[in-house]
């Protein structure tokens, strides 16, 4: 059985099979001429209705979305920059724990032309020392460029600096375009 709401009634009669007497529910039924809300016998073929919404109901129902969005979505713009902020820590917080592993094993840290990339492929000439790969996957910073290394560092004399260049792509920059690194 087929429920169908046309206006503001509901419709639901059973349609008689060939050679039976069709079952009229009065709840739902003109007593009289046996029609139902719908304004079709229960004993003929149902014929084809259109019970839909209008094109003006879509664009009020459009228009108070846009609304909705206009005044939800950037509430939310702010916390894309935070993520990506602290995802970058996150992830020279995982290269300097790497770091400190090469440095276990190889006695040294990288030097600055080597950079990064000896994390995942051993040094030349130095293949039996090293035990690596020390991270899976060297990735760029959330915002697209890779991650910086210098050793000795400027900010950390006596040892190495790690950092991104944040969202601007270059050294130093404030606010959003503030450098994260592991000083």
Same mark, same amino acid.
């Given at each position: 059985?087929?429920?169908?709401?046309?206006?503001?009634?509901?419709?639901? /009669?059973?349609?008689?099979?060939?050679? @039976?007497r069709?079952?009229?529910?009065?709840?739902?039924?003109?007593?009289?001429?046996? @029609?139902?809300?719908?304004?079709?016998?229960?004993?003929?073929?149902?014929?084809?209705?259109?019970?839909?919404?209008?094109?003006?109901?879509?664009?009020?129902?459009?228009?108070?979305?846009?609304?909705?969005?206009a005044?939800?979505?950037?509430?939310?713009?702010?916390?894309? =920059?935070?993520?990506?902020?602290?995802?970058?820590?996150s992830?020279?917080?995982?290269?300097?724990?790497?770091?400190?592993?090469?440095?276990?094993?190889?006695d040294?840290?990288?030097?600055?032309? +080597?950079?990064?990339k000896?994390?995942?492929?051993? /040094?030349?000439? +130095?293949?039996?020392?090293?035990?690596g /790969?020390?991270?899976?996957?060297?990735?760029?910073?959330?915002?697209?460029?890779?991650?910086?290394?210098?050793?000795?560092?400027?900010? =950390?004399?006596?040892?190495?600096?790690?950092?991104?260049?944040?969202?601007?792509?270059?050294?130093?920059? +404030?606010? @959003?375009?503030?450098?994260?690194?592991?000083?």
């Open positions: 059985m087929k429920i169908q709401l046309c206006g503001a009634r509901l419709c639901h /009669p059973r349609p008689a099979a060939a050679g @039976e069709a079952e009229v529910d009065s709840k739902y039924s003109d007593a009289v001429s046996g @029609e139902n809300c719908c304004g079709w016998s229960a004993t003929q073929p149902r014929p084809v209705r259109n019970c839909g919404f209008t094109l003006i109901e879509i664009m009020v129902v459009v228009v108070i979305l846009g609304i909705l969005a005044t939800i979505i950037p509430q939310f713009m702010g916390t894309t =920059h935070d993520a990506k902020v602290g995802t970058a820590k992830n020279v917080a995982e290269i300097e724990a790497a770091l400190e592993r090469f440095y276990i094993h190889m040294r840290h990288p030097t600055t032309e +080597e950079g990064l000896v994390l995942v492929e051993a /040094p030349s000439g +130095e293949e039996t020392k090293w035990r /790969p020390y991270i899976k996957l060297l990735r760029p910073d959330p915002w697209g460029h890779p991650y910086q290394y210098r050793l000795p560092g400027t900010r =950390h004399s006596s040892g190495f600096d790690l950092w991104s260049r944040g969202a601007d792509g270059s050294d130093g920059g +404030e606010g @959003e375009g503030a450098d994260i690194g592991n000083w």
